[in-house]
């Protein structure tokens, strides 16, 4: 397995943040003889500017007054860039976080590489078993546990029910129906039903599991994108734009999507509940209840949508290990998950949170949970996270015009099988 930091230097780094031997970029810090944390966390959140981040970074303020000897040093690294940039950190050994928020796919692929500490027997797992099964099993690799679940979702449906409601339509339960209720919309109200993001081949994997499809089978270790699934669900997206019942873009496509909707431009987007705070601030959406959810419509063999979600892991090498395990253990407490599903309608980890007071009777937690419970766990490999570079060229080339849905998934396919080693 490839390894960023060897396991004999992985060892010689934890020995030395565990005797609080100094700390680079002033990070060290250690518990004093009476047991107080002190030192500086530096934590790399990953969340929306302008919604989720002010959420987070208060709760991190929280951390602070809880423990005032200890500085947390709260940096907004754009979702995009945060991945590459922890990478190139860790590998070069300076300017990496103490604490990353770090996306389900990446977990694996940064405890192989060797840049996350363990965290089994440490603070940051309290109370695990009270974790969502579903959620922990993206932060074990290797019979090793180096993350912490934050937050878990999965996608819906969002719709305007003030345009529904002028076309006289109900909520397509189908991609068939999706494409009938769309032309209707487009006949009684100038409205485009669907924006599709086309720059993010995340946004596919609901149309591929509805065709029964996958990026690939784990188990038997075969790459399955560019089997008769595959294709078929490459030509239901393309048929979706080319019929006109949806509309897509090949760049900047979360911006346009969302500006399209908010603005009212078109009736529905597949989203998750992480932009259901963004949404919000939409003038279609002032009232906020002209924002209806619904399950992803299903394909000819099924209805699934991706599992996701974020986790919050320690860099292997922190110069404070004792604090960012306690700053871990905080963030992802049942109170900080409830104070950010009330305020952000996350989705909790824990269990316990979805019985508590402001989530239990949270309109967009209470309609996430059972899609999330039926939602499609993605490989957790080293991998994962590396599958969507290929398949997102293919996905906007298919979608564009550029070429066809079987050359996309061929190509795509051919991409995977070099990149996993020894795969069928």
Known sequence: MRRGITATALAAILALAATACGGDEGSGGSKSSGGELSGTVTWWDTSTVGSEDKVFKKLAEGFQEKHPKVEVKYVNVPFGDAQNKFKNAAQSGSGAPDVIRSEVAWTPEFADL???????????????????????????????????????????????????????VEVPKTVTELKTVSKTIKEKTGKTGLYLRGDDAYWFLSFLYGEGGNLVDAGSKTVTVDNPAGVKAMKVVKDLVDSGAAKTDATDGWENMQASFKDGDVAMIINGPWAVADTYGG????????????PVPAGSVAQGAPQGGHNLAVYAGSKNLDAS????????????????????????????????????????????????????????????????????????KVLTGQSTPEKGVETTGDAYRKLLKGWK
């Open 114 to 168: 060797g840049y996350l500490a363990p965290l089994d027997g440490t603070p940051a797992l309290k109370d695990e078993k009270d974790f969502l099964p579903q959620a922990a099993a993206s932060t074990e690799y290797d019979g090793k546990t180096y993350a912490v679940p934050q937050v878990i979702d999965s996608m819906g449906i969002f719709y305007n029910k003030k345009i529904f409601k002028d076309a006289g």
């Open 283 to 294: 003038a279609q959406f002032k009232d906020k209840a002209n924002l209806g959810i619904a």
């Open 325 to 396: 395990y306690a700053f871990v253990e905080y963030m992802t407490a049942a109170q900080s998950q409830a104070t950010v599903a009330e305020q952000l309608s996350l989705l909790p980890t824990r269990t316990s949170v979805y019985a508590m007071p402001g989530v239990a009777d949270n309109e967009i937690v209470g309609f996430f949970k059972p899609v999330v419970d039926k939602s499609v766990e993605r490989p957790w490999i080293p991998e994962t996270g590396s599958l969507f570079a290929p398949l997102v060229t293919e996905y906007t």
